[in-house]
């Protein structure tokens, strides 16, 4: 009786911070289920869920619910989400077929917030959940491993898919990067890899929810709305190894010149 109690108490604590957490992409999801049943007059639905990004990350940061370091990571995470889907949309990979006043050569702007939602998530984790990393690679193999699968994403249209490849090597450079957190006082590991993986999972399963209410469409979704490829998973893993290296590296760097010795906090 008291290991369920004990574990009612950890999914109670650990889902209330997740929710927490999760508060930028439940917003622009509700959003989105929104303006798929409503149409809003004198506006574009793309446009409209632009001005709905603007206004939570005002929101976010107004509130203090992320600080102004946070913000300039998801700022960075914006930018780099814009730059693949103009590539991803020019090459076809998928479409944004409504119309926009704010749309660039084919993606609209609020597309960028769908990636630094991710980073918000990243970072409200780390802070709510005491997030640890111990034994975190060095910078030399970490920042490159980086580089290459996100460059990956654009070479594969016309170079070999090194994705494999960028795992294996993924799971030899972090095979031994452990993460700590903490729920209702209690210290909790689990291996780096893992929590990549874990994560991947539930973005593919958003991202399941996100075509089903048209925030993008896949060429098999033109005629109509199929789960996508459990193939996607594995690029939601890499995506979010990237994610979490520029937070960890960043993480690492203001602590450095503060003079604060690691683990990553």
């Given amino acids: 009786m008291q290991t369920i109690k004990k574990a009612f108490r950890f999914f109670v604590h650990f889902g209330w911070q997740e929710a927490l957490s999760c508060l930028f992409p439940v917003v622009i999801f509700a959003a989105m289920a929104f303006t798929k049943v409503v149409d809003v007059p004198y506006i574009p639905r793309y446009d409209f869920l632009l001005l709905v990004c603007l206004l939570m990350q005002a929101v976010m940061v107004l509130t203090k619910l992320e600080t102004f370091d946070e913000l300039k990571v998801i700022c960075v995470f914006h930018l780099i989400g814009l730059a693949l889907e103009l590539y991803k949309v020019h090459m076809g990979s998928w479409s944004y077929p409504d119309e926009g006043w ?118 098999d979704q033109q005629k109509a709305w199929t789960i996508v490829h459990v193939s996607k998973i594995s690029s939601w893993f890499l995506l979010i190894v990237i994610s979490v290296i520029i937070v960890a590296q960043l993480k690492h760097v203001k602590a450095s010149s503060k003079t604060r010795p690691t683990p990553i906090s």
């Avoid at 990067?177 to 890899?193: A, G, L, Q």
């Avoid at 929590?195 to 075509?211: K, P, Q, R, V």
Wanted: net charge positive.
């Fill in 102 to 219: 704010t749309k660039l050569f084919g993606v609209p702007l609020y597309s960028g917030f769908m990636y630094a939602s991710v980073a918000s998530y990243l970072c409200q984790a780390w802070r709510r959940l005491d997030l640890k990393v111990t034994r975190w690679p060095r910078s030399y193999l970490a920042v490159p491993l980086c580089v290459a699968i996100y460059a990956n994403f654009f070479t594969h249209h016309y170079l070999p898919d090194f994705r494999w490849l960028l795992t294996a090597a993924l799971l030899l450079v972090f095979w031994r990067t452990t993460v700590s957190y903490t729920v209702d006082k209690r210290i909790y590991r689990m291996p780096m890899v893992l929590s990549f993986a874990l994560i991947g999972l539930f973005i593919w399963i958003a991202e399941n929810i996100s075509t089903l209410l048209g925030a993008w469409t896949y060429p």
